[in-house]
């Protein structure tokens, strides 16, 4: 899922592109894609785009007339600009937006459609789209611990909950609590002023860093390698792989779609997280280190 830095890359890419333009109409092609009514998204068709904001993990388009389109990508949904006219791909297409100097498409890979788009009147009903997460990149150290201790969650959990921090989702969470050097396991209650701090220095340098690092790579192109996993990062998506730290496995804990990525020697003591899967399946067989499971 596209989460703060990558949705920063395609805000950036659409200033440049939309902001300032008439949209002549939009094309939708998955009825799913739509989850509102009124105002119709025809309502859109022949205003001027005013800005184009980010929200969580959400992209606002902001129109003239004080309508707004949200759009959520969720796990598989891409935005692509295409000249004009383009069309909609039979087969992953959502919608087409069509300008006159190009048309941004919204498509969507996989079986399962959960991209979402809401046209709604007002800033009111923007903000009921909003979970209320504190912006990371801006939160002070006390307010980022004040939100982290809130609620007694892990530290996987608590970074990923857009009530509690915004825009921050299952990659760059790995990224971050491999920075620090903590646990996804560790409960936010449990951190000592040290730990809440590195947390709260990795968290704004990580995703600091991935911003600008898409921006680099994108340069004035629209971002079109958008994906849960860059090979330039450390744990995320790189299980067996040697840690860059200290070449140990990276481990994981796969649960429902979501899959965590950590190092046990640099983040949890040597000690392997359960896996809900196996260690269910082997129980007492489960390796509880990371020089037991070697020695098997």
């Known amino acids: 899922m ?60 902001a129109f003239e007339g004080d309508l707004y389109a949200i759009v959520h990508l969720m796990i598989a949904g891409r935005f ?61 150290f006390e307010e980022f611990r004040a939100a982290l201790l809130r609620e007694n969650r892990t530290l996987k959990r608590a970074l990923t909950d857009q009530r509690i921090l915004s825009g921050i989702g299952n990659a760059h969470s790995d990224e971050i609590l491999f920075d620090a050097g903590l646990s996804p396991a560790k409960r936010t209650q449990q951190m000592d002023e040290a730990e809440m ?43 067996g792989q040697p840690c860059p730290r200290c070449g140990a496995a990276i481990q994981r804990i796969r649960y429902a779609d979501n899959e965590t990525n950590y190092c046990a020697r640099c983040q949890t003591g040597g000690r392997l997280l359960a896996d809900r899967a196996f260690s269910r399946l082997l129980r007492e067989d489960w390796p509880r280190t990371l020089e037991e499971m070697e020695g098997r």
Request: hydrophobic fraction near 40%; proline fraction near 6%; charged fraction near 30%.
């Open 197 to 239: 701090r590195a947390l709260h220095d990795a968290t704004r340098t990580s995703l600091t860093a991935w911003t600008e690092r898409l921006r680099a790579e994108n340069g004035d192109a629209f971002p079109e390698k958008i994906t849960a996993f860059h090979p330039a990062m450390s744990v995320h998506g790189r299980y």
């Open 2 to 61: 596209p989460e703060l830095p990558e949705i920063t890359a395609y805000i950036d890419a659409l200033e440049r592109r939309v902001v300032g333009e008439r949209l002549e109409r939009v094309r939708i092609a998955s009825p799913s894609l739509l989850r509102s009514v009124d105002p119709p998204v025809s309502a859109l068709h022949d205003r001027t785009v005013t800005g184009v904001r980010r929200m969580a993990k959400r992209i606002v388009f």
């Open 80 to 140: 692509r600009w295409k000249a004009a006219g383009a069309p909609v791909p039979r087969r992953l297409g959502h919608a087409a937006f069509d300008f006159a100097h190009g048309t941004l498409l919204l498509t969507e890979a996989g079986t399962k459609k959960r991209a979402s788009l809401h046209v709604v009147r007002g800033e009111e009903a923007v903000r009921a789209h909003d979970r209320g997460g504190i912006e990371p990149l801006d939160a002070t």
